[in-house]
T-cell receptor
Framework: EAGVVQSPRYKIIEKKQPVAFWCNPI?????LYWYLQNLGQGPELLIR????????DSQLPKDRFSAERLKGVDSTLKIQPAELGDSAVYLC?????????????????FGPGTRLTVL | AQSVTQPDIHITVSEGASLELRCNYS??????LFWYVQSPGQGLQLLLK??????LVQGIKGFEAEFKRSQSSFNLRKPSVHWSDAAEYFC??????????FGAGTTVTVRA
């Protein structure tokens, strides 16, 4: 079974340029997450999708960040314009729903991430 | 809001020696606790999780963790480390609104 696919793996851009990251979750996973991982830190949730609906985007800086999951499968995260402080790893994860029928967490499967460098 | 502290930024251990990684959490209710491992160039992989029941949890790759409510801790252990265990390890706590909060991670170096 293929895991979570992300592209590109690395991206170097000049500040003020736009950038986009793509994620294809594991087949059948209706929940998709985008995380930001700064150097030396753990991942922080940016946005969570249930199918095509963004159910939690409270941590997404909406002035420059946007995301979409139009058909409830793959997703794109965009930054426009990028700033120096956006240099980080952007992780995508997916799961079979947010919780199980018994209320336990469903395991999140992570992609390898996109490492963004803004110069 | 919940939070996680991993006091050790970096640990070096000899191959074959035991390993213990510390994790302290802050959360007002019964926590959901996780340990993930991240190898270079790889995504995070779930090692084990604790929701309820037996406080000693067995995971993959020979890892185990013990939940101690009185100490707000969820330390990860492995009796004998292999060179392939060199990676970054993250402890995470989940709340009742199902958000995961990760610690800053502990980097493990294994020396021959």
């Amino acid at each position: 079974e293929a895991g979570v696919v992300q592209s590109p793996r690395y991206k170097i851009i000049e500040k003020k340029q736009p950038v986009a990251f793509w994620c294809n979750p594991i087949s059948g996973h209706n929940t998709l997450y985008w995380y930001l991982q700064n150097l030396g830190q753990g991942p922080e949730l940016l946005i969570r999708y249930e199918n095509e609906e963004a159910v939690d985007d409270s941590q997404l800086p909406k002035d420059r960040f946007s995301a979409e999951r139009l058909k409830g499968v793959d997703s794109t995260l965009k930054i426009q314009p990028a700033e120096l402080g956006d240099s980080a790893v952007y992780l995508c994860a997916s799961s079979l729903g947010w919780v199980t029928t018994t209320g336990d967490y469903n395991e999140q499967f992570f992609g390898p991430g996109t490492r963004l460098t803004v110069l | 809001a919940q939070s996680v502290t991993q006091p050790d930024i970096h640990i070096t251990v000899s191959e074959g020696a035991s390993l213990e990684l510390r994790c302290n959490y802050s959360y007002g209710a019964t926590p959901y606790l996780f340990w993930y491992v991240q190898s270079p160039g790889q995504g995070l992989q779930l090692l084990l999780k604790y929701f309820s029941g037996d406080t000693l949890v067995q995971g993959i790759k020979g890892f185990e963790a013990e939940f101690k409510r009185s100490q707000s801790s969820f330390n990860l252990r492995k009796p004998s480390v292999h060179w392939s265990d060199a990676a970054e390890y993250f402890c995470a706590v989940g709340s009742n609104d199902y958000k995961l909060s990760f610690g800053a991670g502990t980097t493990v170096t294994v020396r021959a």
